[in-house]
């Protein structure tokens, strides 16, 4: 109350309002159907669409380019589309996640947590997709398909 508050013991006054119940029990059923999927199979479709991905990604030719060695990499890859009319030589990441967007696609943006490491590396900023248990070779084509849509739209 306001006119008087007591305190727990350690590391109990810590642990102030509600405990997260809703998110816990949310957690415990995302294990539980991660098992019953197979973390092996899950491995598994993660490196198809990745190897997919790469693939696909790869027929922008010129106009990309992928930052790390993706056949290393779990399910996420750092990507930038060229445009030499751009002071930073890039179409700029925020505006492929605005337009991405656009059709229900979502990506992330920017130094990605990492901005001394990006500066160092003189990377203004990247686009990066990822993949999960629920996407599949569609999500990818539709990426692709919108990313030329974007690239052909910059060229103009």
Known sequence: SFEKTTFDDLPNKFEAGTPPFVQAYGLSKAIDYLKNIGMKNVYKHNQALLKYAKKRLLELEDDIKIY???ENKVGIISFALKDSKSAMNIIHPHDIATMLDE???AIRTGHHCAEPLMSRLNIPATARISFGVYNDFED?????EKLNEIKNFFKK
């Open 68 to 70: 790390g060695d993706v």
């Open 103 to 105: 059709s229900d696609i």
């Open 140 to 144: 990818i084509d539709k990426f692709v």
